[in-house]
């Protein structure tokens, strides 16, 4: 055996939180990328006591790693930049000016690598083993989803990786131009890496084709989108609904999702972020189309697009995840804790979103949104070994009856002590395994500086 953990509290999660089992003094062994055995300490330890590496977990949590559905890990170059926000008055203003004229459109793929590489070890190192990571670099397309993957790889999360497929053209006003020559060129770059990283090809990086809405996009792009990701079998992920209603039922007459099922896109296979702005109808369309849902409520609230109607998603028997765009502190206990909290205040209600739901969306559920149910998202026998052990920081006894709401309420990533993910020690003792922190800071830092001075910001 390559691994035993032992003497842990360990919470399986298996057929979501609160179907799944909670072991005081359990443990876990692990052969090669994958669990191969769980239960008592006193009875793996007598089976596997020589195993080549043994995690004493004593006082600790033992849990499945989380998983975010929806990634900008780039982003990370524009945080706290100081730049005129003044000029910011809705989200229109956000997507164009801090999206793309500020980010996206100067990002290199020097600025790729750079980021992706520090923002997949700070979530990792906060709990977080798999994304679903959406690249955006126009002026820099070709070759860019490599530098990302480099990255993934080097950090050791596991990712599922796409380049964000848009008819926009760079510096025009997308209300008034729009090439789609410019959507052939990121199918091209989405679908070479595809071949690089087809669905279960064995390694921590899969390719899955990104678009970026059906707003910046025609029809004949959007079908093509659905033929590829058929021809490949690798999944989309696209936003729908993050801009108001309003703007699509002008350009085109319906809403989002009616344009984007009328193209034959929406799927199962389909990870959806945002879908904010919904009418019962057009929920509607999600839900029989069976689309994943990646809710960002963080960067929701930041560009004042209000609160996404995830409680009515889930009573209609919706598969609901969360993603976060990569914006503030990358710790995914923020993101869990707002999700848990927000929609209590926009309903005026504490018993709406309740803890299990919570940890489901960040389990079990971002595991099906990404087609990886049998692999992730809970501890049990033969799927992949990627494990968090927690060690609480906590005013009260963290046991069998409260260690639910320990996670929901007061778990923050840095109380995560050890990280493993396929197997493997990527963080022991909260440093990477595999990577030089400080210089991997410093690298990214090199690189805002220089997306910074883009948009005439010396520092």
């Known amino acids: 055996m ?9 919470l399986t999660f298996e057929n979501g939180t609160l179907k799944g089992r909670i072991i005081p003094d359990g443990a876990l062994a692990v052969r090669g ?3 191969a055995e769980i239960g008592k300490s006193a009875d793996l330890e007598e089976k596997y006591g020589d195993a080549q590496k043994v995690i004493d977990a004593s006082g600790r949590l033992v849990m499945p790693g989380f998983i975010v559905t929806h990634t900008h890990m780039p982003y990370v170059l524009g945080h706290n930049m100081p730049v005129d926000f003044s000029k910011l008055h809705s989200f229109w203003d956000m997507l164009q000016k801090m999206g793309w004229e500020w980010l996206e459109d100067i ?21 977080t083993t798999t994304v679903c990571e959406l690249v955006e670099a126009p002026c820099d397309m070709d070759g860019v989803l490599d530098e ?14 796409g380049y964000e497929t848009t008819e926009r053209v760079v510096g025009k ?7 789609k020559g410019n959507a052939d060129r990121g199918f091209a770059e989405n679908i070479r890496f595809i071949k690089q990283y087809p669905k279960n090809n064995g390694s921590r990086v899969e390719g899955r084709l990104g678009v970026h809405t ?5 029809f004949e792009t959007l079908k093509k989108a659905r033929a590829l990701a058929d021809e490949y079998g690798c999944g989309i992920q696209i936003h729908i609904a993050e801009i108001p209603r309003a703007f699509l039922v002008e350009k085109y007459g319906v809403s989002a999702p009616e344009y984007l099922e009328k193209a034959g896109l929406l799927g199962p296979d389909v990870v959806a972020a945002h879908c904010i702005d919904l009418t019962d109808g057009d929920m509607e369309i999600l839900a029989r189309n069976n689309v994943n849902v990646a809710h960002t409520p963080m960067t929701n609230s930041l560009g004042g697009n209000g609160v996404a109607r995830v409680p009515e998603m889930m009573a209609m028997g919706m598969n609901v995840s969360v993603g976060h765009d990569c914006f503030f502190s990358l710790d995914v206990a923020e993101y869990m ?13 504490p018993n709406v979103m309740l803890p299990f739901e919570v940890l489901d969306m960040f389990l079990g559920n971002g595991a099906k949104a990404l087609g990886l149910g049998k692999e992730i998202g809970s501890l049990e026998v033969g799927k992949k070994a990627d494990i968090l052990i927690i060690r609480p920081d906590s005013p009260v ?34 440093r990477s395994t595999r990577v030089n922190e400080e210089e991997a800071a410093a690298a990214c830092v090199r690189e805002a500086k220089i997306l910074w001075r883009k948009n005439g910001i010396e520092i």
């Open 2 to 10: 390559d691994l035993l953990i032992k003497n842990g509290l360990v």
């Open 33 to 35: 990328s994958r669990i």
């Open 107 to 127: 990002t290199t793929k020097e600025g790729v690598y750079a980021a992706t590489r520090y923002a997949a070890l700070k979530m990792l190192r906060h709990g």
């Open 148 to 161: 990302s993957a480099r990255a993934v790889l080097d950090a050791g999360i596991r990712a599922q990786i």
């Open 173 to 179: 006003p997308i209300l008034t131009d729009q090439k």
């Open 214 to 218: 059906a707003f910046t996009n025609s």
């Open 337 to 349: 804790r707002y999700a848990y909290l927000v929609h209590k205040a926009a309903r005026a209600n």
């Open 397 to 430: 006894p963290v046991a069998p009856c409260s260690a639910i709401g320990y996670l929901v309420n007061t778990f923050q990533g840095e109380q995560v002590e050890t990280v493993v993910v396929d197997g493997e020690i990527m963080i022991e003792n909260k």
